[in-house]
């Protein structure tokens, strides 16, 4: 990463500005997992041990469009944040303004404080530039920690870094390592898996990881529009019939490089305890009938093909992984992906919907790596230029 750290800059009796990804799932205002929160504690940790004069943390929640929802609030983050580490966490009630100044003017020497969600602004998601220098203000230095946002161009990460001294935080650069390191010089076998419900979100992802990996497998609703576009009945699933076309072209650009399920777990209606069998994938679907997940065979032909890879990246899962009936597929896979980083495999979640049933399956602490970002990691995999990343010193 050719990116400036927090390694690069002196931070001691600076007033640190960082970007950090707390967008955590809340339940009736308590929050249901703090991963992202605990992602970011080694960057947290490493500014507060080099004495600053203060460091300012700030993040979106989830899309309030502008205005204030008392219900995304960051005020539960602050809290849980202050338990996580053992310390006094102030909270502004907004992240520019007299609110949050005065919130910061308040701040003991070495003091910490979580700015109140910058989406509550509609002028943080079109990068006014107006919005980022009152952000600006907060902070001598900037540090961006927060993969998940990288990939939009909003004035918290890109229109401050254009105010103030910008430097990655350990977070970031950790993911851009591994993601960047699997692109670019991957240690082989390299495999990719790609999974979830649409092949049209995914085109660019399959079309630049073609040409780089040296198998790419293939699973969830996607695979179903794969197989439509070779002629085979999928009666009631999910088939993007605008995507056939485009889904044919990559089946021959890929040739035997690109994967198909061998057979798939089959229902009678999308429902946890619906009737449910398993066909292989020669078979039309009976009419009313969706495809939920891939079957036992595809699970162990997948298992056969990561044997010995070097590296592996896996981005969506295999079914509807939310419903046990149809989380054999996926839970199946990341047991193989566990399996072989055990093995001395290189493997990486690209965060989102995979993130969450690596979490759920118990095994994400086998992996090598859990992407924070799943857009992000999305947009690096088809070899985008992050805006936020793209913003950064260079060193």
């Known amino acids: ?9 002196e931070l001691a009796r600076k007033r ?35 004495k600053p004069k203060s460091l300012i943390l700030m993040s979106h929640l989830g899309r309030p469009k502008g205005q204030r929802a008392p219900e995304l609030s960051l005020a539960p983050v602050a809290e849980a944040l202050s338990l996580l580490l053992d310390r006094a966490v102030a909270f502004a009630d907004d992240c520019i303004g007299n609110k949050a100044m005065n919130a910061l003017a308040a701040l003991p020497a070495g003091g910490i404080a979580l700015l109140e969600n910058t989406r509550f602004h509609a002028a943080e998601t079109t990068n006014d530039s107006d919005f980022a220098r009152e952000l600006a ?27 103030l001294e910008a430097v990655a935080g350990l977070l970031l650069e950790r993911e851009l390592d591994y993601l960047a390191t ?12 790609l999974g979830g419900a649409k092949v049209s979100g995914k085109i660019d992802v399959i079309q630049a990881l073609l040409s780089k990996v040296d198998k790419l497998l293939v699973g969830g609703g996607m695979a179903n529009t794969f197989f439509a576009a070779q002629g085979r009945y999928m009666a009631a699933s999910l088939v993007e019939s605008d995507a056939l076309a485009i889904a044919r072209e990559l089946l021959d650009a890929a040739g035997a490089k690109l994967q198909l399920p061998a057979d798939q777990r089959i229902a009678a209606a999308f429902q946890n305890d619906a009737e449910n069998e398993v066909v292989m994938a020669d078979a039309d679907l009976p009419a009313g009938w969706q495809a939920l997940d891939i079957g036992p065979e595809t699970v162990a032909q997948y298992r056969h093909a ?3 890879a070097g590296t592996i990246v896996w981005n969506g899962p295999m079914g509807v992984f939310e419903m046990p009936t149809f989380a054999q597929g996926t839970f199946g896979l990341a047991e193989a992906l566990a399996e072989q980083t055990s093995k001395g495999a290189t493997t990486i979640i690209g965060g989102g919907d995979s993130a969450a049933a690596a979490e759920q399956a118990g ?6 790596h859990i992407s924070t970002g799943g857009g992000a990691s999305l947009e690096l995999l088809e070899g985008k230029t992050l805006p936020g990343i ?4 260079d060193k």
Request: charged letters at 25%; zero cysteines; glycine letters at 6%.
């Open 137 to 163: 203000l907060h902070g001598d230095i900037y540090v961006n920690d927060a993969f998940g946002t990288a990939h939009r161009a909003h004035a918290s990460n890109v229109g401050v870094a254009a105010q």
């Open 1 to 9: 990463m050719n990116k400036k750290t927090v390694r690069d800059v």
């Open 390 to 393: 793209a913003a950064l010193a």
């Open 306 to 308: 990561l044997e010995g």
């Open 182 to 193: 699997a692109l670019e010089a991957p240690r082989r076998p390299f495999i990719a898996i």
């Open 363 to 368: 095994l994400a602490e086998k992996m090598s």
């Open 16 to 50: 640190v500005l960082m970007r950090v990804d707390f967008n955590v799932p809340l339940a009736e205002g308590a929050i249901t997992d703090d991963t992202r929160i605990q992602a970011a504690l080694p960057t947290i940790r490493f500014i507060l041990d080099r």
